[in-house]
């Protein structure tokens, strides 16, 4: 049974079928979008065949194509195609239909507070590769975030991340209960969320942050360069 492959076609069936919605016309944001998606996923493409290597995690073949690039099979590169695009058409939604940044005020809070306790966590459980790695990662993003676009979306990345929950715990939990990924224990907490390692969580917010910090970034860039040309 092809599980993963179905499990990204429905991940990105309705985000792609309802991209041509007049009111969120999140096609329009495609040239933004895709540059976003393509750096996101060079970053943990890479991780994830270094990771698959090592041993971190692998994929049980009965649940796959049998596709193979790197070592990695079709249906894990097509997840870093499909996941950020659903999310970042989450977050045009969001912004769509609910105007008002209500969590702004909260986010920077937010940010600071995940930096303070990822860091000495990161440090401190370092052998296991799965943690250190994710929550350094996300702390270092979380900075950079910050200084390229200061609180403009931060508030809005939070809501989007805060629903984007729900089919998270959706799709993983499928993912880590057949399983189709197998997590090595000596490399995470041993923590789980249900069948989900907790690092999930924070793997997923890292690929959420990344996608919508460049995909913000050129958008602003390019609005910018609009208004310089009619000045």
């Known amino acids: 049974m092809y599980i993963y492959l179905y ?15 007049k009111r969120v016309a999140f096609y329009k944001n495609w040239p933004y979008l895709f540059p976003a998606m393509t750096v996101n996923a060079l970053i943990f493409i890479i991780w994830d065949i270094y990771f698959t290597h090592l041993g971190v995690w692998d994929f049980n073949p009965e649940y796959l194509l049998g596709i193979y690039f790197f070592g990695l099979p079709l249906e894990e590169i097509l997840f870093f195609i499909t996941v950020p695009y659903a999310c970042v058409f989450i977050y045009e939604c969001l912004n769509a239909y609910i105007p008002k940044d209500f969590f702004r005020p909260y986010a920077t809070g937010l940010s600071l507070a995940l930096v303070i306790v990822l860091i000495p966590l990161g440090l401190f459980f370092l052998p296991r590769l799965y943690t250190s790695i994710t929550f350094l990662g996300l702390s270092v993003m979380q900075l950079l975030h910050y200084r ?84």
């Open 148 to 231: 390229l676009l200061k609180n403009q979306v931060l508030g809005r990345f939070y809501v989007t991340y805060f629903v984007h929950l729900i089919p998270f715990l959706l799709v993983n939990g499928v993912l880590t209960a057949l399983p189709v990924v197998l997590y090595n224990n000596n490399y995470n907490l041993g923590v789980r969320l249900t069948t989900i390692p907790i690092e999930d969580t924070m793997y997923s917010m890292l690929m959420l942050l990344i996608t919508i910090s460049v995909y913000e970034w050129l958008r602003r860039r390019k609005a910018k360069q609009n208004n310089a040309l009619v000045v």
């Open 7 to 21: 499990l990204n076609l429905f991940t990105i069936f309705f985000p792609l079928v309802l991209s041509f919605d």
